[in-house]
Nanobody
Framework: QVQLVESGGGLVQPGGSLNISCVAS????????IGWFRQAPGKEREAVSF????????FYADAVKGRFTIFRDTAKSTVHLQMNSLKPDDSAVYYC????????????????????WGQGTQVTVSS
């Protein structure tokens, strides 16, 4: 059974950094595309960053481009989201998601494209 577990969230001051992680069980990241989404209170879940199963293609939402970096450690089945220069608007619950894919160079951007989700980790950016 596929299981995703996020960790690393917390409270950080504006301008600070956080590295959140997503450990995947029962899958090989070489065969799954990964996505990071976030959801703030009263708002819809929105795209943050995506990675193809090859790891060679990534996507960043305009709101985080240049500040966030997605990367993975396939040996540990872990995907990370390094978040720098954090802003109060980045405050949200961050979710990782994955889907089986036979297209190693494709990433998927929509919520409906993902089959498996983690429980989320809270990120709060506040002074």
């Amino acid at each position: 059974q596929v299981q995703l577990v996020e960790s690393g969230g917390g409270l950080v001051q504006p301008g600070g950094s956080l590295n959140i992680s997503c450990v995947a069980s029962a899958i090989s990241l070489d065969h799954y595309a990964i996505g990071w989404f976030r959801q703030a209170p009263g708002k819809e879940r929105e795209a943050v960053s995506f990675m193809s199963s090859s790891g060679g293609r990534t996507f960043y939402a305009d709101a985080v481009k240049g500040r966030f970096t997605i990367f993975r450690d396939t040996a540990k089945s872990t995907v990370h989201l390094q978040m720098n220069s954090l802003k109060p608007d980045d405050s949200a619950v961050y979710y990782c998601a994955c889907r089986r894919t036979y297209s190693p160079s494709v990433y998927y951007t929509g919520v409906r494209n993902y089959d498996h989700w983690g429980q989320g980790t809270q990120v709060t950016v506040s002074s």
